[in-house]
């Protein structure tokens, strides 16, 4: 039996040796080229051979993939031309997830997970106030206060302007001005429903990588049709999940196939407007995540869309055509072009502007890890449904799902908004002891702050905490693995 995964065929078929296939990997082509059927094909592949899969559906296109296909005179001429002998209309075992709980189950992290770094990028703050924000959570650490939602956050903030006096001497001048920018931009990624993300029970990265009962991979699809509305929001997700599995899987070394394998779409998104020591961090943890069995794949319109260190790393690609009618649209197609192994017998350049849909350049791994040469490849069609499912029956698969049990109830728990708000009372009735109680109760409704309906009640949980001692710090993830901070 002939083995990898089938990708299609040239003179010869095209197979994808899982063996390196966490040496990562690029999708790209002009919208409409067939790169989406293509990451379908490559899902259904992986799940088959029982490697889970997680993928961003941007289109709404991919829960398809659940139920089988169904024949046609085109998918018969295409399984005949490739030469397949096997083919057979089946789905993947799915679990679909959505930041907003709507089209799938719901996906949260912590506030502390997320970490002050990937916070700051996502309200777009400058270096001054990601300094104060990073501070907040500094003093949230030192006072044992867990920021698990928006209103943790909100209402650490107002503390910290409401003391500044008394803070001054361990944390510096503290600018209310700029204290209230950052609640500002707090408050516009609740009014986007950002707010819904932040809280407990926070996905747990073992829920992602799991197989069925017949051993195949279990396909993760995060609905991302409103979430790509949000840039921001999309990238610090996908960014705080691969820094998480960075942090957490073990080292395994070289395996038969991945551990599991993650299509990141729109992957530009991920590099726009970030400085370049972020771009550094990014490289290093895709360049290191292979030792953990994971395999990222990034899809894009173009190679040029990524940073040249990271592009260097992705060993497998499958290039869809583009169109070349400007000089920076030319330029795109050199680009793609040279990213490849050259074939003699290949135009590249002019080849790429030449492919039908449903047709791409392929280069993958081989033995010893050597790219193969450019080869124009017919990509075989998939054994699923092209196309979206009909809501009902995507419905009906989410509430079947065990772990919708699990993530769809909030949970609130004492954290910072909590402990803050006693300490505030507390405080109030030992000044009016003091005949003080009026400059009391002004200070307690500034230092309590108010939930500004941060969801009013959104997921509380005690978050990994590294010790049970006041002033311990409390884990994070993200981007304290990527930027080395606490």
């Not at 990213?339 to 590249?348: E, H, K, M, Q, Y």
């Amino acid at each position: 039996m002939v083995s990898g995964l089938l990708i299609g065929a040239a003179d010869e078929q095209v197979r994808l040796d899982l063996s390196y296939a966490n040496r990562h990997g690029l999708v790209a082509g002009a919208t409409g080229t067939g790169k989406t059927i293509t990451v379908q094909v490559l899902a259904e592949g992986f799940s088959a051979a029982g490697v889970p899969v997680f993928l961003a559906d941007v289109k709404g296109d991919m829960s398809g993939i659940s139920v089988p296909g169904k024949p046609h005179p085109k998918i018969d001429q295409r399984i005949a031309s490739i030469g397949i002998e096997d083919f057979a209309f089946r789905g993947c075992p799915v679990t679909f997830w959505d930041l907003y709980g709507k089209l799938g189950i719901p996906v949260r992290a912590t506030i502390s997970e997320m970490g002050p770094q990937l916070m700051a990028r996502l309200m777009d703050l400058n270096e001054i106030q990601e300094s104060i924000l990073t501070l907040a959570f500094h003093f949230a650490d030192e006072e044992g206060l867990l920021l698990l939602d928006m209103a943790d956050l909100q209402t650490t903030l107002n503390h910290l302007a409401d003391n500044t006096a008394s803070l001054k001497g361990e944390y510096g001048s503290l600018s209310r001005a700029s204290i209230n920018a950052i609640l500002r931009r707090l408050l516009m990624i609740e009014r986007d429903g950002g707010d819904v993300y932040f809280g407990e029970p926070a996905l747990e990265l073992s829920d992602l990588i799991r197989c069925d009962g017949q051993g195949r991979g279990i396909v993760n699809i995060l609905d991302a049709q409103t979430l790509i509305q949000h840039p921001a929001t999309y990238t610090c997700f996908l960014l705080w999940l691969l820094a998480e599995l960075f942090e957490n899987l073990p080292e395994v070394g070289d395996q038969e196939k991945p551990v599991a394998v993650f299509f990141f779409d729109e992957a530009h998104l991920l590099f726009r407007n970030v400085p370049r020591v972020f771009v550094e961090k990014v490289e290093q943890v895709v360049r290191l995540i292979r030792s953990k069995g994971v395999g990222i794949y990034f899809i894009s319109q173009s190679p040029g869309d990524i940073p040249d260190s990271i592009l260097s790393q992705l060993g497998n690609r499958i290039q869809h055509a583009l169109r070349a009618y400007t000089p920076k649209e030319r330029k795109a197609v050199q680009v793609a072009a040279q990213s490849f192994r050259t074939n003699p017998a290949l135009d590249t350049a002019r080849v790429i502007g030449e492919l039908e849909v449903g047709e791409a350049l392929v280069s993958v791994l081989q033995e010893r890890g050597v790219p193969s040469m450019v080869q124009r490849t017919l990509i075989r069609p998939p054994c699923s449904q092209i196309g979206p499912v009909d809501t009902g029956k995507r419905q009906a698969m989410i509430s079947s799902d065990p772990l919708n049990d699990k993530y769809r109830q909030p949970v609130d728990r004492i954290s910072a908004h909590e402990k803050l708000q006693e300490r505030a009372e507390q405080r109030m009735k030992t000044v009016e002891k003091t005949g003080k109680a009026e400059k009391a109760r002004a200070n307690s409704r500034r230092t309590a702050g108010s939930r500004q309906s941060a969801g009013d009640a959104f997921v509380k949980s005690m978050v990994r905490s590294v010790g049970s001692s006041l002033g311990r710090k409390i884990a994070r993830g993200l981007l304290g693995a990527l930027l080395g901070k606490g």
